[in-house]
């Protein structure tokens, strides 16, 4: 079929029409969504987009840290400092009251946050009765450390000196929110009469706690005048606190942050860890050591150890039953491993068993805490078996942790006691948290491996099945 020169053309030109029109199109509807996303809602561009798309996802870079310290304790307490502190990748600076003497000069400066000495604060009134004007220079890190002028920070966030971070989880964390928006985030205290004394609606400062870029910048302006107004209350955290709710914000709650307001054996709440990632742990030096036989700096570094192989998983409560023997497993990964030597079923498992004393001695209420609790049997044959890490290693692209009795009770045992056992080996994949399962966490599963003998325990975790539950055997 022969085709004319001009009908040529005139279909080569209606294609470069349609083609320039498409293109034009195109590039309005680009236009139109970036001006138009400006004047959306935050909460609507998070329905509609799942995600800031303009900006990177937050990571370490974007986090800032402000850490109140003295120098009395300082050169002691650097060294928690120092086991999560990378100075090639973080920002932040830690403030002292006054300068430190020539002989308290650390000599490992380049692994530890630069020092400042805060501001003067004795214009400030401090009015609590046998409590530390301190306070008020600690509240004062917050507008300090915004001073520092950072650029491109989307969070600032704030702990004390024996305040150790777990920062991977603490980044995974902070990304649930919208940092253009004013969040102040962190957690209550673990002891009922303490939150019942100070206030249920601050976020204790010795567990850490973030405010985002825009919130910081508005407290540090007004935080001066509100320090005036609160000379009353005790703490440096109680001032933070009645400064945000006079801008309209309260604490949202992440319960991986903790402020362990407790004395003696910290193990039931590391064990027992609530379905969220483990943020912080405060008074490491004022508790008993998280593992045995060790001192408490050892004991930290040891579960570090486990944290940096599996940041995500640590500390995360996994139950399983055997039903060759009747026994319930509780793993808490990369920490410990309890054997109740019957069937339990799963909601008394999930209660914090009680191995720690109150913060202070006193009435009922001081034995208050803000979580469901197991009392331990008085006698310790009674009580479930106890395994902590050993060590933790990968094996291909699996983790491999073990753990061992670290001392042993003088306790008659059965042949089907769990007593007897003398290791217990668990694998599983690395865990990768993502933004659905933070906002909607499920527990994982696990399995007895065939594998096993009495002396030696193996399991196995994987996520569980759709209509699968944990549950007690019949």
């Given amino acids: 079929m022969k085709i004319s020169k001009s009908s040529f053309f005139k279909k080569q030109f209606n294609s470069r029409l349609i083609n320039i029109f498409l293109i034009s199109s195109s590039l309005c509807l680009i236009i139109y969504l970036l001006f138009s996303s400006f004047s959306l809602t935050a909460n609507t561009k998070i329905l509609l987009l799942g995600a800031d798309l303009f900006s990177a996802p937050t990571s370490i870079d974007h986090i800032v ?124 205290s673990e002891s009922f009469v303490q939150n019942r004394f100070f206030s249920f609606g601050m976020a204790f ?59 003696g054996d910290p193990f039931g709440v590391l064990a027992a860890h609530p379905m969220a990632p483990l943020v912080t742990l405060h008074h490491a030096d004022l508790l008993d050591p998280i593992f045995p036989n060790m001192k408490n700096r050892n004991a930290m570094r040891h579960l570090y150890k486990a944290a940096e192989l599996d940041p995500h998983r640590i500390l995360q409560q ?13 793993i808490s990964w990369g920490y410990a491993v309890e054997v109740f030597g019957s069937h339990v079923m799963l909601p008394d498992v999930l209660r914090v068993p009680a191995t720690f004393r109150p913060w202070k001695k006193g009435n009922v209420l001081h034995s208050l805490f803000s979580f469901d609790m197991r009392e331990q049997n008085k006698d310790p044959c009674k009580r479930p078996v106890v395994f902590h890490m050993n060590t933790t290693f990968l094996e291909g692209e699996n983790t491999v942790s073990v753990y ?69 055997p019949r």
């Fill in 404 to 472: 061992k009795i670290s001392a042993a009770e003088n306790c008659s045992t059965s042949p089907g006691s769990p007593r007897r056992i003398e290791m217990i080996k668990v694998h599983a994949p690395k865990l990768q948290l993502d933004i659905k399962q933070m906002h909607a966490p499920r527990r994982q599963c696990c399995d007895v491996l065939p594998s096993s003998r009495h002396e030696k325990l193996e399991f196995s975790i994987r996520e569980c099945h759709d209509d699968e539950l944990i549950q007690m």
């Fill in 318 to 330: 996994t139950v399983c039953y055997d039903r060759w023997y009747s026994w319930t497993i509780s």
């Fill in 65 to 188: 840290f402000g850490i109140a310290s003295n120098a009395k304790s300082w050169p002691e307490r650097k060294e928690y400092v120092k086991m999560w502190w990378k100075p090639d990748k973080m920002r932040g600076a830690v403030f002292l009251d006054v300068p430190l003497d020539d002989k308290t000069v650390p000599s490992d400066v380049s692994l530890l946050p630069p020092v400042y000495i805060s501001d003067d604060t004795s214009r400030f009134r401090y009015t609590w009765r046998g409590g530390l004007r301190s306070a008020i220079r600690v509240a004062r890190v917050v507008s300090e450390t915004v001073a520092l002028n950072h650029s491109n920070v989307r969070w600032f966030v704030f702990g004390d000196d024996d305040t150790v971070f777990f920062t991977e989880n603490l980044v995974k964390t902070l990304s649930k929110y919208d940092h253009n928006l004013m969040y102040f985030i962190g957690s209550n």
């Fill in 205 to 263: 400062g010795g567990a850490g706690f973030a405010i985002s870029y825009p919130l910081a910048k508005s407290l540090a302006k007004v935080l001066d005048s509100c320090l005036e107004r609160y000379h009353h209350l005790y703490g440096s955290d109680g001032r933070i606190s009645s400064c945000l709710a006079e801008l309209g914000v309260g604490i949202t709650k992440e319960s991986g942050f903790h402020q362990m307001d407790m004395t």
